[in-house]
């Protein structure tokens, strides 16, 4: 089924793991029955997201604010918006150094949710 999305009209929802992070849902394998799961993500200034590990593809697109983040193997990057990267399944990362409100597009293949 092929459906629009209006992103303002979704609501923000509490991120599954993370009680300090908001999501919504873009699209999901539970809503949409596809192999894949994204969603906005809003992190606040300040905030400490812990050191995780997801069995999926993480992909990361940086749409507002100033972050780091740590990487398994590779070290810190700075996510300032129009960053992108890819965090293989299995790399222990983490989201930190939120210097602003953030704001990404957070793609899961597979699924997530």
Do not use: C
């Amino acid at each position: 089924m092929i459906r629009g999305i209006k992103v303002d009209e979704l609501p923000w929802e509490p991120h599954p793991f993370f009680e300090k992070l908001l999501i919504k849902k873009l699209l999901s394998h539970e809503k949409d029955n596809v192999d894949l799961s994204i969603m906005l993500v809003r992190a606040k200034k300040g905030i400490e997201v812990p050191t995780h590990v997801h069995n999926q593809h993480d992909i990361i697109y940086q749409l507002e604010g100033k972050n780091k983040i740590w990487v398994e193997g590779a070290g810190d990057f700075e996510m300032l918006p129009g960053s992108f990267i890819r965090i293989p399944p299995g790399v222990k990362h983490q989201p930190h150094a939120h210097e602003e409100d953030v704001l990404v597009l957070d793609i899961f293949t597979p699924h997530l949710f």
